[in-house]
């Protein structure tokens, strides 16, 4: 068996399929993989030659069998599959002369399509395509399945997570770096690193792209993080062009040379990637002897990580942010209830900007579908922050429906002491990796004494033990109880924070603000509590970053404690304070000219001092709306451009922000808004011309219900029809999507006739509007204003 | 004025007129911004170019049926087929600030556009001066999607270069480039020095377009 020699001695890979194939005729562009069916001689060949030449292990030419890649050929997966392990089987049997054990690697390949967000393929979708090949190549008989030259972290988990819940063979995953030590999709080495050893690959490594020499510093940082097996395959030097060719210059000896080096840095299988031959390999094999092998050797970092980022908690603090939470906010309630995700990100945007390295997500409230909003905010956060997430759910359901979806190795928030508790999250820990906090509270509730608090910590990684869960990945919180009614309360906590970091060695997080529940003027108590709490052990507060007062004990603390080098944070943080405040007072201008000069600060100023002296209603009128005007007629008359006319739509919208609070503060409503659905059409994935015109509708007093990019007609009908939609817009970039554009459009018209349809898009002009039956076309946003206005007779 | 940011104005529409203050500094802080996201990788290989009957010229194994491009390779014995993208990070930021900018959004994006292009010229450049050693000489870049040129040979163009794999150019189902910054292009390698001046904007029939050069 492959698992027990793993990491024990030195195992050799076989070397290049694809550079020996095009040797052999095939031609750039064509599929690899059907020459299993078409030239199995060759196939067989070539896999000989790899065994003569000493491999242990030859992968299977399925690099890029899946049904996506195969969509529209003629040829079955499954007979791709099993020929191609039957012609490394029978390799074997003539290439391997000597008594030593070999082994078949099912060889899976990337799907060649970039998933969702960034790309159009769902998460699922991607996991079923590996999932029917890797089925497929454990019926044939592989021994190990062998994901390589993964360039994407999230596709990379669903080829493990296929692997793993679909066949029970061991799983070897390798990633494809760039000189830097970037994945293309952005990952760094720790992330990546994180992602694998959560989702339990048995061995991790780096494959393509560039020759051994290059290959040398990425193992190194590998090595500084990982516990289990690196596999290292290497090109043949970096890719080079002449006359239409691609060559590779690192000869058999040179690479051999090269090899043997890394060997000895720690690498525990071996072989090549694309130029390189049996050559190659028989010289690597004859060079580097088996024993030559050095074992992994465990690392006991704290790593978390989003599909680009990791963070390590270590001896300098980390702060996790706390506000994507409905406890105790109203607004966020609301915002959850109305489905108003925009609010969620934003907040989100905000506690980046303002420094925090984790943000905590709970979604959790009595009404909603947790698990779904969950996975949705999740998903949505990851499009626009690369921050690892803090999944805060007491549901398991939730919790493991995000923790699958997540891209990267998420923190968990939490488990206790409560055997139920961790009966229900360690399995989910064992399955989809991830760091976890351990609450000390348990059946008997929340110890008075430190002792107490310390035990349950010390139970908890006890039994997570028995999931071979390691204690580096439990982050123990024991808890911050109010001062206000525990008097020993905030000693209690520090001492056990102190304890629980040095009898276990584990990282600690605390829920910071608890402690001065029910008392005045809770900032003070909280930061000067957060400064003891670091001092005492703490390695990640869950605090809110906005906070003036929390983020000047951080970097106080930061600085104080020579973990921010030269005060260089400290300084950018606090270094020209007063000069802002001079720049902000000497600011005067009317509210009609900071919106037509789309100044955003000026205008939320100006709507504020507004208040003062007119109504809201008054405000909107006698400025807002002939500001607005103004600017949208100079628009059209081409002497004010796009991007202004943007700039003082996004004024416009924080001076209506600021009189819309003031509205309901009078107990006034608005006026009832006029709803306009706005679409990307299925297919389409640029949104920007739709988010401009969102922008200007709303600006102008309507109700925009966004159903977002790649929309499905059926769906656009179906809110059409739920909400009684008076008027429908569809953007399209290219022709490609117009068709999706003209099916909603007939959709549309069979379930709600009396909907109207305004058309935009790159690709639109009248013409095409007119053939596809829409009832307006809009050249630019403003139309799509105007066309609003004088349908609904404003 | 540099060109990325000449050509960033005329994406945004301004035409003749000359540009504001305001949206300048947005133009800066975008670049400066895309500089730290953004991650230029190209891929290419060149392919002998065959001519068969009815205009139809084949690639390799890509077969394609265009006028426009065939004048455009008028002369020509050679292809360079190349994909080029500015990366997924380029998109994070795009989509980031939806959120909280949307004039930063459009500068941003035409930035980015703007920022593509001299990333394709200044290769285009290095290559010019390498082959012209070898006495080649290189055509203006041509993509799918211009002129006659159907864009449903993208597909086949990426699988050619082995664009995803080797530097993270995929395909949606409906055919659009992601990462969405990215180019795929035919780069036409001559024996002979053609004058050809007419390049990208100004080879284009539609001569009223706001965002003429």
């Known amino acids: 068996m492959i698992r027990e020699r793993l990491g024990k001695e030195l195992l050799y890979f076989d070397g290049g399929m694809g550079t020996l194939l095009q040797a052999k005729g095939l031609k750039p562009g064509e599929l690899p993989e059907t020459w299993n069916l078409t030239h199995p001689d060759d196939i067989v060949d070539i896999h000989r030659q790899y065994y003569e030449a000493g491999s242990d292990i030859v992968l299977t030419n399925t690099f890029g069998a899946n049904a996506l890649k195969f969509q529209g050929t003629d040829y079955a997966l499954k007979d791709v599959v099993e020929a191609a392990v039957h012609h490394a089987r029978k390799a074997s049997e003539s290439g391997v002369t000597d008594k030593r054990e070999v082994y078949i690697g099912l060889d899976v390949g990337p799907t060649g399509k970039l998933l969702k967000p960034m790309g159009d393929l769902d998460f699922e979708e991607a996991y079923e395509a590996f999932a029917e090949v890797m089925r497929y190549g454990e019926e044939a008989g592989v021994d190990f399945i062998h994901i390589e030259t993964m360039s994407d972290t999230y596709e990379v988990k669903a080829a493990v997570l296929a692997a793993k819940e679909q066949t029970s063979l061991p799983v070897f995953a390798t990633m494809i770096f760039d000189e ?107 060079q580097i002897q088996r024993n030559q092998l050095r074992p992994p050797v465990k690392k006991d970092l704290t790593v978390v990580s989003s599909y680009g980022k990791a963070v390590v908690l270590g001896e300098k603090p980390i702060i996790i942010g706390e506000r994507i939470n409905p406890t105790g906010k109203k607004k966020f309630k609301q915002a959850l209830k109305e489905h108003d995700l925009d ?452 | 004025m540099d060109t990325r940011t000449k050509e960033a104005i005329r994406y945004l529409g301004y035409g003749r007129h000359a540009v504001d203050d305001e949206t300048l500094r947005l133009i800066r802080s975008s670049f400066q911004e895309l500089d730290q996201a953004a991650d230029f990788r190209i891929i290419y290989r060149i392919f002998d170019l065959n001519r068969k009957e009815n205009e139809s010229l084949e690639i390799g194994t890509m077969k394609v049926t265009s006028k426009s491009l065939n004048r455009n390779l008028k002369g020509c014995e050679q292809i360079v087929l190349l994909g080029g993208t500015l990366g997924t990070g380029t998109d994070l930021l795009l989509r980031r600030y939806t959120l909280t900018d949307m004039a930063k959004v459009v500068v941003l994006q035409a930035c980015a556009a703007a920022m593509l292009e001299e990333e394709l010229d200044i290769w285009q450049e290095a290559r010019k001066e390498e082959w012209k050693e070898e006495g080649w000489y290189l055509r203006p870049r041509f993509s799918p999607g211009y002129g006659d040129f159907s864009i449903c040979h993208q597909s086949e163009i990426l699988r050619m270069l082995d664009a995803s794999k080797s530097i993270g150019l995929t395909l949606t189902d409906a055919g659009m480039l992601t990462p969405t910054k990215s180019v795929t292009a035919l780069i036409g390698r001559s024996r002979t020095d053609a004058a050809c001046h007419r390049q990208g904007c100004e080879a284009c029939e539609k001569a009223d377009c706001q965002y003429r050069r």
């Not at chain 1, 992330?191 to 048995?202: P, Q």
């Not at chain 1, 060695?505 to 029910?518: A, C, E, K, M, P």
């Not at chain 1, 990640?540 to 970053?545: E, L, M, S, T």
């Open chain 1, 180 to 286: 830097k030590g970037k994945l293309l999709t952005g990952g760094d080495v720790p992330a990546v690193v994180a992602l694998l050893e959560g989702l339990r690959v048995d061995a991790l490594g780096i494959n393509c792209g560039m020759g051994p020499e290059q290959m040398l510093p990425i193992l190194k940082e590998i090595l500084t993080y990982t516990s289990i097996p690196v596999i290292v395959k290497p090109n043949a030097g970096l890719p080079k062009q002449k006359d239409g060719e691609v060559w590779y210059d690192v000869d058999p000896a040179q690479f051999a040379g090269f090899m043997e080096e890394i060997a000895k840095e720690g690498a525990c299988v071996i072989g090549g990637c694309c130029g390189t031959t049996p050559e190659h390999i028989k010289a690597m094999t004859a």
């Open chain 1, 343 to 794: 609010y969620i990100l934003r907040e989100g945007i905000i506690q980046q900007d303002n420094g925090a390295h984790i943000l905590d997500v709970n979604v959790g409230l009595p009404d909603i579908d947790e698990s779904a909003m969950m996975c949705e905010v999740v998903q949505e956060l990851q499009s626009i922050i690369n921050l690892p997430l803090q999944i805060d759910t007491v549901d398991p359901k939730a919790m493991e429906a995000a923790m699958r979806i997540y891209n990267g190795k998420p923190m968990i928030n939490s488990v206790n002491g409560k055997q139920e508790s961790m009966d229900a999250v360690f399995p989910l820990i064992q399955r989809y990796g991830g760091t976890v906090v351990g609450l000390t509270i348990d059946e008997n509730g929340i110890p008075a004494t430190a002792k107490g608090r310390v035990e349950i910590a010390g139970k908890i990684i006890r039994e997570a033990e028995k999931y071979g869960i390691d204690k580096k990945d439990i982050v123990i919180d024991v808890l911050a109880m109010t001062i206000s009614s525990e008097p020993e309360g905030a000693k209690i906590t520090l001492d056990a924070l102190k304890q629980v970091r040095k009898q276990y060695g584990v990282r600690t997080v605390l829920g910071v603000s608890n402690i001065s529940f029910g008392l005045p003027y809770r900032p003070a108590v909280n930061s000067n509590f957060y400064t003891l709490a670091m001092y005492n052990g703490l390695s990640a507060g869950i605090i809110n970053p906005s906070s003036e007062d929390m983020m000047r004990s951080y970097y106080s603390y930061c600085a104080l404690m020579n973990y921010d080098q030269n005060c260089e944070a400290y300084i950018r943080q606090y270094g020209n304070r007063q000069v802002d405040v001079t720049v902000k007072s000497q600011t005067e201008i009317t509210l009609r000219e900071a919106v037509e000069k789309g100044l955003k600060e000026e205008a939320r100023n100006a709507a504020r001092e507004c208040l003062k002296g007119q109504s809201p209603l008054e405000i909107i009128n006698t400025q807002m709306i002939p500001a607005l005007d103004a600017v949208g007629k100079d628009f059209e008359k081409g002497t004010l451009f796009l991007p202004q006319l943007l700039m003082s739509a996004d004024a416009a919208k924080i001076a209506f922000t600021v009189l819309k609070e003031a509205l309901s503060e009078l107990g006034e409503t608005e006026e009832k808004k006029e709803k306009i659905i706005l679409a990307t059409v299925k297919g389409d994935i640029h949104d920007i011309g739709k988010n401009i015109v969102k922008v200007l509708l709303e600006n102008y007093g309507f109700d925009v219900i966004d159903l977002g990019k790649d929309v499905a007609p059926e769906v656009i009908v179906e809110v059409a029809v739920r909400e009684q939609v008076q008027l429908v817009g569809l953007s399209a970039l290219m022709t490609t999507t117009v068709v999706s554009m003209e099916e909603t459009i007939l959709q549309l018209r069979k379930s709600c006739p009396e909907c109207k349809v305004m058309v935009g898009g790159a690709v639109l002009n009248q013409e095409y509007a007119d053939m596809i039956g829409a009832d307006y076309y809009g050249k630019d946003a403003m139309q799509s204003v105007y066309y609003a206005q004088q349908l609904f007779g404003e």
